[in-house]
């Protein structure tokens, strides 16, 4: 080449360098431009979330001067305390409200007044006075739980400016909460009931500890048979099972089951683990085997592409010392596959937790008020409980809705929190 | 005749060495019909195979070799790349039976006991024939882990005491111990290749094997590395058979007692290492020693 030609070369190379450059530069920009959009929306949805959900862990209480008369309340002084279990709470709790507002008559605006304080009063009542039973008789101020509504105007989440006939807050209603307030008779405290009850009708009764507990228990089933199962399949799979038809037949399988909606596993659980086994419906029980059938391909893959990328090397090594093939995967391919292994299984069990549908086909849809005590209790899911909040009509609903979320999202943190720890601590070895 | 023998190192292939007249190694490749030339038997075989054929799938790697490993010497494998000399020596341990589509045909034999038909467990054989890999592949574990590991799966230590026992003494015949005495619980992947193909080989005399097979121990390691591996094995023929495959002849030259040539598959001359190198008697031999082939 003659020092003409090479000449021609820089200069070509030199023109095409900027272009190159140039292109590179775009595409990082494109990079760039996708964070960012992405942030945003990120951004926007914790919002949104953290915004509307953050009044549902305040609750408002009302402090009524209640009137603990024998007589109303239908026992005698120094009565068991089965006599007080029965004993009429609301009557109580509805002659003070008359006691301090005076000025309300009629059915209509009476209803409306009994309406500012939530029916779960009548419970905390009748736990007080069991506590203390010598109250009986006296007068004494007590705070009580207020309605969602009631609750709503105080937080501000209801104005004046609504027109009265779109609101469920009547103007009498905002009147007497005004001069409550104006007492020092209204109070805002955290909201320890959303963690310690379970779902109800009320809005201020409602809580997330049946439905965090049934997410636990499902989890921990679906855990307890996902992964073992799973990690063994993919090692079988891998290490000893004979290539030939059989298994390329359940390799193809198991990556169409990876596939397949969720919803259908739902109808796999009915059909076989309530009608066929009768196992007990609504219970974390089925609704765990019938997740770990849908998280059994996601472990199985992921266990799999772990356990191929291990080093040929350091199963010769094993196997060259004298260890058997079994104990050159338990003590050697294993525990260097655990990390990919662990977060394979991470996003199945998040796949899992966030799941709803295949759970409203075996009945853990239902209405649930108790805490589920163990794996065969009628029990509901984190997801399932936003999905009946978000469907009731009450505003009250609407923030409690938005918490769970935030529940829910607190739960998949934890979660992946403890996978990159334990992986951490795999790597370390 | 155009058969190319495939082995598991690839094709083989070979470009001519510098500038002298380049031979092409398929030109030599017709040794239909050869006889193993020199002294394949010994009078006292530790290890000895008769007949032995090795395909994968249908492609035959290794042709009718025969040949013996004698007690306590250092018998060294050499021969082009993809001319079987790391296939055949996997046959010794069955190390070939983890390969699928594998196949092997003959017999070997450890003590006059049969290793393929008698019944012969790959586990027992493979402690009593350790074995050193090309790469340096410690476990992914602490020092001691590694070395004890043999130990431990065999049961050949009841007591704690027993085992740092068995760890000091191979970390010593490896020559290594004085080097990581202080760091036994650091991972063994830390050292250096030198001193992890050391570890290597501490791990496979730890499990006291009455062979160890080498396979190209050196070819990872820098030449300080490599004079310190040649040393040790030296040191370790005293007390275990041997038996090295290497691309490098000068090691062959230097560690071994006999040596094998290979070409495509199949055993073209052995003899006394010092007979092999300065009057091999086989005209692909002397190609190769002299580099006009490698």
């Known amino acids: 080449m003659s020092n003409q030609d090479s000449y021609k070369n820089t200069e070509v190379i030199q023109a095409s360098l900027k272009k190159r450059y140039a292109r590179e530069k775009r595409f990082q920009w494109y990079g760039r431009l996708a964070v960012l959009t992405g942030f945003a929306f990120l951004f926007i949805l914790l919002f949104d979330i953290v915004s509307k959900g953050y009044p549902a862990f305040t609750q408002q209480y009302i402090q009524l001067s209640v009137d603990f008369d024998a007589d109303r309340l239908g026992v005698e002084p120094g009565a068991s305390s089965e006599a007080l279990y029965q004993a009429d709470y609301l009557g109580v709790v509805k002659a003070s409200l008359r006691q301090m507002f005076p000025e309300a008559s009629g059915r209509q605006e009476k209803r409306q007044l009994y309406r500012l304080i939530s029916i779960g009063a009548e419970y905390q009542l009748r736990d007080y006075v069991i506590d203390n039973p010598q109250v009986i008789g006296k007068t004494q101020d007590i705070w009580l739980m207020a309605h969602s509504e009631a609750g709503a105007y105080l937080k501000g989440q209801v104005t004046r400016e609504i027109p009265e006939t779109d609101r469920r807050v009547k103007d009498t209603q905002m009147q007497w909460l005004d001069s409550l307030a104006q007492q020092g008779r209204t109070e805002s405290r955290f909201n320890t009931l959303f963690f310690s009850t379970g779902d109800s009708r009320e809005p201020e009764l409602a809580g997330i500890k049946a439905a965090l507990y049934g997410s636990f228990f499902t989890l921990l089933v679906t855990f307890l048979l996902a992964f073992p199962i799973g990690v063994f399949a993919a090692v079988y799979l891998e290490e000893f099972a004979p290539r030939n038809r059989l298994t390329d037949l359940i390799e193809i399988n198991i990556n169409n089951l990876a596939a397949v909606p969720s919803i259908v596993f739902g109808l796999l659980g009915l059909a076989v683990f309530i009608n066929f086994f009768e196992l007990p419906r609504s219970a974390p029980l089925v609704g765990g085997i019938v997740l770990s059938l849908m998280t059994l391909p996601t472990i199985i893959i992921t266990s799999r592409a772990a356990i191929q990328s291990v080093s040929p090397s350091i199963r010769q090594a094993a196997l060259g010392v004298g260890a058997s093939p079994l104990q050159t995967v338990f003590h050697h391919v294993l525990p260097v596959a655990m990390p990919g292994i662990l977060t394979g299984s991470i996003i199945g069990m998040a796949q899992a937790l966030g799941e709803s549908a295949p759970l409203l086909m075996i009945g853990m849809v239902a209405f649930i008020m108790d805490v589920p005590g163990g794996v065969t209790d009628p029990a509901t899911v984190l997801p399932v409980q936003i999905f009946l909040w978000a469907d009731s009509p009450e505003r009250g609903f609407m923030e409690k809705t938005s918490a769970a979320i935030m529940v829910l999202m607190g739960f998949l943190i934890v979660m992946n929190a403890l996978a990159i720890y334990l992986r951490k601590r795999f790597e370390l070895k | ?294």
């Open chain 2, 1 to 294: 005749m155009n058969s190319i023998a495939v082995t598991a190192e690839g094709v083989g292939d070979s470009s001519a060495v510098g500038n002298r007249e380049a031979l092409d190694i398929h030109d030599h490749a017709d040794v239909s019909g050869y006889e193993t030339i020199g002294w394949p038997f010994v009078d006292d075989p530790k290890m000895s195979a008769r007949n032995v054929n090795v395909y994968y799938g249908d492609k035959q790697a290794i042709h009718n070799v025969s040949l013996d490993i004698g007690k306590n010497e250092v018998i060294a494998m050499i021969g082009p790349s993809g001319c079987g000399k790391s296939t055949f020596l996997r046959t010794f341990n069955r190390m070939n039976d983890i390969i699928p589509g594998c196949r092997m045909e003959g017999n070997i034999h450890l003590d006059q006991e049969d290793v393929y038909h008698g019944g012969q467990d790959t586990v027992m054989l493979r402690a009593r024939v350790g074995m050193v890999f090309q790469k340096p592949n410690p476990f992914p574990k602490s020092i001691y882990e590694n070395v004890a590991y043999g130990a431990r799966i065999h049961g050949l230590a009841h007591t704690k005491a027993d085992l740092d026992e068995i760890v000091e003494k191979s970390l010593r015949r490896a020559s290594l111990f004085e080097e990581v005495k202080d760091l036994l619980d650091q991972p063994g992947t830390g050292l250096s290749g030198g001193q992890q193909q050391r570890l290597c080989i501490a791990r496979a005399i730890a499990v006291s094997p009455e062979v160890i097979l080498m396979d190209e121990p050196c070819s990872a390691l820098d030449p300080i590395a490599t004079a310190r591996i040649e040393e040790l094995i030296d040191e370790l023929k005293e007390r275990y058979t041997i038996a090295i495959v290497t691309h490098s002849m000068q090691q062959a030259a230097r560690v071994s007692q006999r040596t094998a040539y290979f070409h495509l598959g199949k055993l073209i001359e052995v003899g006394p290492t010092k007979q092999v190198f300065t009057m091999p008697r086989h005209e692909l031999t002397e190609n190769y020693i002299t580099g006009r082939f490698g």
